[in-house]
Every structure is written in structure tokens, then in C-alpha cells.
T-cell receptor, first 113, second 115 residues
């Protein structure tokens, strides 16, 4: 009963490096999204997907890319890491447009030095 | 654009007492969901309670209940018989019903339950 699985859980990057945060779900949910949480803030939406092959930008998309080639996976790519991207990242899923429960992964702690 | 405001950055309560956390929101949508999430030090996001805007009856989940005032755009969380395990950050969140994913969070209230 995995639910939403994020990897890695912790990562330290150097400025300018690239990396991918992985998110996988086994609930066959249509909707998947990525949020970031900065100190003293609630979660803010980075990118989201309403189905395989469909992605869109959220509130804070700059510096991140996403793709959705399968229902199960929704990776988040940092193209050239910056210290401002130091944050905790959450992947979330929802059954579909009528789904009223959002399921979160356990978070990925990213530090950019 | 929707906004969610939590006006109490920190609160504390004695064990076994009752505490109410405040949340107000701004939207032009008529159909939406409201949520309270709990975030303990582990950072896991745990759904506490959910309210559908079309339902007039306030949601309850065991010791947790809400006071939903749609006209006032207010959505407060009441925790009864507070327990030490309730110590956490609490986030109020808003989501339009249907359509795309747009969950909007408040900045959170840090709740401490004292023994």
C-alpha cells in the first residue's frame, strides 16, 4: 500500500547542478502535482498534471520542468539549481476532477549550496 | 486569485482543553473544498478534516470540528480535548471543485499543546 512515493528523501546540490525528484503513485490517480514549502510558508504549487501527456504551470514554475509520460510517474527536474530552490518538495495526487482528497508524499528535502 | 489567511502564527493550549484555529479565504468561486492539514515535525502532510462548500453542515472528525461560515468566508478548526500529539503546524487550504489542480494554502498556525 505505497500510495505516493518520493525519492530521494534528502539531497544536497551545488549551485548550477541539475537533478530530478521522482514521484510515483500506485492509486491510478489522474491528477498529480508538485509543491514546495519554504520556511514560514504554506505549500505553493510548482507544476501540475491532469493526465498523461498534460502538464501546466502553477504559482512558482520558474527553474523547474515536468513531464508526465505515464499515469504513475511525475518527475520534477531542476535545470540549474540555485540556493533559492532550497526547500522541501511535496508530490501530491488526486483521483480526478471530482476527487476531494489530496494525497501527499512524505516530502523531499533539498539543499542547494 | 484565491487567497487563504491564517491570522494566528502561533497558539498554545493546555492538554485536555479546547482550542480554535482561525482561517479566512477569498474567492469568487461558488463550489469549492476547504481543508485543514496537520504537519508534525516529520513534515508529513496529514489531512485532518475536509468541508465541501455546498454542504451547510459543519464537518466533524472525532475531536476535530469546523465552523464553516460561507458568507463570511471563514473556516475555523476546533480541537477538543487537546492531546500532546496534536502539537504541529496546521494549514488551512482551499481548492476549487473540479477543473485543474489549484490547492492554495495559508501560511500556517503553529500549535503547541502543553502538559
Amino acid at each position: 500500500n505505497a500510495g505516493v512515493t518520493q525519492t530521494p528523501k534528502f539531497q544536497v546540490l551545488k549551485t548550477g547542478q541539475s537533478m530530478t525528484l521522482q514521484c510515483a503513485q500506485d492509486m491510478n490517480h489522474e491528477y498529480m502535482s508538485w509543491y514546495r514549502q519554504d520556511p514560514g510558508m504554506g505549500l505553493r504549487l510548482i507544476h501540475y498534471s491532469v493526465g498523461a501527456g498534460i502538464t501546466d504551470q502553477g504559482e512558482v514554475p520558474n527553474g523547474y520542468n515536468v513531464s508526465r509520460s505515464t499515469t504513475e510517474d511525475f518527475p520534477l527536474r531542476l535545470l540549474s539549481a540555485a540556493p533559492s530552490q532550497t526547500s522541501v518538495y511535496f508530490c501530491a495526487t488526486r483521483r480526478g476532477p471530482l476527487g476531494n482528497t489530496i494525497y501527499f508524499g512524505e516530502g523531499s528535502w533539498l539543499t542547494v549550496v | 486569485a484565491q487567497t487563504v489567511t491564517q491570522s494566528q502564527p502561533e497558539m498554545s493550549v493546555q492538554e485536555a482543553e479546547t482550542v480554535t484555529l482561525s482561517c479566512t479565504y477569498d474567492t469568487s468561486e461558488s463550489n469549492y473544498y476547504l481543508f485543514w492539514y496537520k504537519q508534525p515535525p516529520s513534515r508529513q502532510m496529514i489531512l485532518v478534516i475536509r468541508q465541501e462548500a455546498y454542504k451547510q453542515q459543519n464537518a466533524t472528525e472525532n475531536r476535530f470540528s469546523v465552523n464553516f461560515q460561507k458568507a463570511a468566508k471563514s473556516f475555523s478548526l476546533k480541537i477538543s480535548d487537546s492531546q500532546l500529539g496534536d502539537t504541529a503546524m496546521y494549514f488551512c487550504a482551499f481548492m476549487p471543485q473540479g477543473g485543474s489542480e489549484k490547492l492554495v494554502f495559508g501560511k500556517g498556525t503553529k500549535l503547541t499543546v502543553n502538559p
